[in-house]
């Protein structure tokens, strides 16, 4: 497994911007999908976006779609999550998180990082 660590978390006003940043440990990391999800208290953790190894391949959900933009630079092992236009429901603990079928769901991933916190204040 690898081991990833989020950053980029923080309090941000309505209609504000973040951008989230995920940095592995591991070279193989540039050869993995890489996916941000997010979980709410009380929620189930849900999907956000995914980046294909590539990079040539990225998927959205539909809450999030025209909002944010995620991107990878290998080089430097590293996925962003561009997030535009955010809004106090976007509020959450983000997760990234890799593996060799990541897409949509959880149970396609085998590493993941420890969370940052994304506050959006209405």
């Known amino acids: 497994q690898v081991q990833l660590v989020e950053s980029g978390g923080g309090l941000v006003q309505a209609g504000g911007s973040l951008r989230l940043s995920c940095v592995a440990n591991?070279?193989?990391?540039?050869?993995?999908?890489v996916g941000w999800f997010r979980r709410t208290p009380g929620k189930e953790r849900e999907f956000v976006a995914a980046?294909?190894?590539?990079?040539?391949?990225?998927y959205y959900s539909q809450s999030v779609k025209g909002r944010f933009t995620i991107s990878r630079d290998n080089a430097k092992v590293t996925v962003f999550l561009q997030m535009n236009s955010l809004k106090p429901e976007d509020t959450a603990v983000y997760y990234c998180?890799?593996?060799?079928?990541?897409?949509?769901?959880?149970?396609?991933?085998?590493?993941w990082g420890q969370g940052t916190q994304v506050t959006v204040s209405s």
């Open positions: 980046i294909s190894w590539s990079g040539t391949g990225t």
């Open positions: 591991d070279s193989t990391f540039s050869v993995t999908p």
């Open positions: 998180a890799a593996g060799p079928r990541g897409i949509w769901y959880e149970d396609e991933y085998d590493s």
